[in-house]
């Protein structure tokens, strides 16, 4: 049963930004960014410091990190991308948008191989440290991280976070990737990886799934069509 005051709320909010529902609003954040954002997201930029939630800019350090918790805005736990509000906003209102972004995939090359000649401890290490590796990258080229699981790391460069060079980002991250795993070193990489970027249309969205929330995303490539589908709410792969 939805809650009418939160609703209202809901409402009072899409109206004052000028969208009409929970599509158009993800359209603005993400296919847009900073354009047209509420009263409330330019006074929390203002606000020190870095890391933020990426969607209403709460910071979550320096003075203005007590006062967000207080509003009800701490990071979430579940997604340290979003402050738990925006994350409790997504829950409740599903919708996405389709936006023009880019795709960075990274993975690691023969890893089968590789697993067969290490000890287990010790390829869990590996891609552990590939894995903090690709997070610094993806985070300083203001990435999303959407996906490290496997020997695989995936990040979105989206308008909305990365701005409208969201393809030159990406490009930038895949060559640091390269040069962080050492792969320009005169002794070679310390982890062997490819990686790929893709600029397409996408489908970005929070949608209710049979099983709980699901981040889903669609890719399309002229005929091809690839379909993602990731969990939203189990957060830590997110
Ligand atoms: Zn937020």
Redesign the pocket.
């Known amino acids: 049963m939805p809650n009418p005051i939160k609703t209202k709320m809901y409402e009072m909010y899409l109206k004052a930004i000028g969208v009409k529902n929970a599509d158009e609003l993800y359209r603005r954040i993400w296919g847009e960014g900073e354009q047209g954002h509420s009263l409330g997201r330019h006074l929390?930029r203002n606000l020190p410091s870095n890391p933020?939630?990426?969607?209403?800019?709460?910071p979550f350090s320096g003075f203005g990190a007590p006062l967000m918790r207080l509003i009800g805005?701490p990071p979430?736990t579940r997604n340290p991308h979003?402050?738990?509000?925006?994350?409790n906003?997504m829950t409740l209102h599903q919708g996405g948008a389709e936006i023009e972004l880019t795709i960075l995939f990274a993975d690691v090359r023969g890893s089968t191989t590789l697993a067969e000649q290490m000890n287990p401890a010790d390829f869990s290490q590996l891609l552990k440290r590939f894995y903090v590796a690709a997070t610094e990258v993806l985070v300083e080229t203001d990435a999303l991280i959407e996906r490290l699981v496997g020997d695989e790391v995936v990040g979105l460069f989206i308008p909305g976070y990365t701005g409208p060079e969201h393809a030159r980002q990406a490009v930038q991250a895949a060559q640091e990737l390269l040069h962080v795993t050492s792969h320009r070193g005169p002794g070679g990489p310390w982890i062997p990886i490819g990686v790929g970027v893709h600029t397409g249309v996408a489908y970005l969205g929070a949608i209710e799934g049979s099983r709980g929330t699901y981040r889903r995303r669609y890719h399309r490539n002229g005929r091809q069509c690839q379909y993602y589908c990731a969990p939203f709410v189990q957060g830590s792969n997110w």
């Open positions: 929390f933020r939630c990426r969607l209403c800019s709460a805005k979430s979003f402050c738990a509000s925006c994350e906003f």
